[in-house]
């Protein structure tokens, strides 16, 4: 090598090495951001905890949920930046009545639930013998057969399964676990502007919309997303329940 060939060498060999940290340092950051992109602009997984939507969904579910369908808002985002950084929703969208979402807590914006919307903003909802009431209307339910679940020790448990019609035809099961419980009787909710009526499918054992000083009213703002498809399952001993994985949640 000449020693008019030398700088020109050492040139290639540094401008190789610009060209790769260009390339490689932008994707090496969108490869650790890519998670965090996913999951705060299209899908978050959730699990469910508890058997207030039994049948639907059952405890030891886990669950994609959209968080591109109502829009974003600042319980989009880890940590939930502070309501003066995100007043408003951006790209907002209605949820339906009968899409199951889920939601901050109005009394506790640090904890997620997970309901069915059944009441619009301006509904006026009542529950009278365990028949839901919409704007003065019973909605058409009929009885299907009896929800079965197997306990630890392989005894069975029975509970008396109805199927509900909404009035937009969205059509899913309730289980009622008792006749004329507090919850089957309860006096007419007028849905404020804004907000929305959620109440769980287990209709005896949810804390939901009818429990005013517990869930009541879920303003727009407090939206996080829609469930979309079950990517795991499994029962309390652990045992995968395979029927469920990749299914639609409805």
């Known amino acids: 090598m000449t020693s008019a060939e030398a700088p020109a060498v050492r040139q290639r060999s540094v401008l190789g090495t610009l060209l790769l940290v260009i390339v490689l340092v932008p994707l090496t950051i969108a490869v650790l951001l ?11 997984p959730f699990n469910i905890p508890a058997g207030s939507m039994k049948p639907t969904l059952l405890v030891g579910d ?4 959209s968080k591109y369908s109502y829009g974003y808002n600042r319980y989009s985002f880890p940590f939930s930046p502070p309501l003066a950084l995100i007043s408003r929703r951006v790209f907002a969208s209605e949820p339906e009545r009968g899409d199951i979402v889920v939601f901050r807590l109005p009394k506790d914006p640090s904890t997620d639930y997970v309901k069915r919307v059944i009441g619009m903003p301006g509904d006026r909802i009542q529950m009278t013998s365990g028949l839901l009431h919409i704007n003065g209307t019973p909605v058409k339910r009929e009885r299907i057969e009896d929800f079965v679940e197997t306990e630890e020790n392989g005894h069975q448990v029975r509970t008396k399964q109805w199927r509900e019609t909404l009035p937009n035809g969205v059509s899913h099961p309730t289980l009622d676990i008792i006749d004329n419980s507090f919850l089957d009787n309860t006096k007419e909710y007028r849905v404020p502007a804004g907000h929305y009526f959620m109440m769980g499918d287990n209709r005896d054992n949810s804390s939901d ?7 009541g009213y879920v303003p727009a703002e407090n939206l996080i997303g829609r469930a979309q498809i079950m990517f795991w399952s499994v029962d309390e001993k ?3 329940r395979s029927e469920r994985l ?3 949640v409805r």
Do not use: D
């Open 246 to 248: 990749a299914t639609k």
């Open 209 to 215: 919309s009818r429990v005013e000083n517990a869930v």
């Open 62 to 65: 886990y669950m994609f949920v």
């Open 238 to 240: 652990g045992h995968i």
């Open 34 to 44: 890519s998670p965090l992109l996913i999951r705060t602009f299209l899908f978050q």
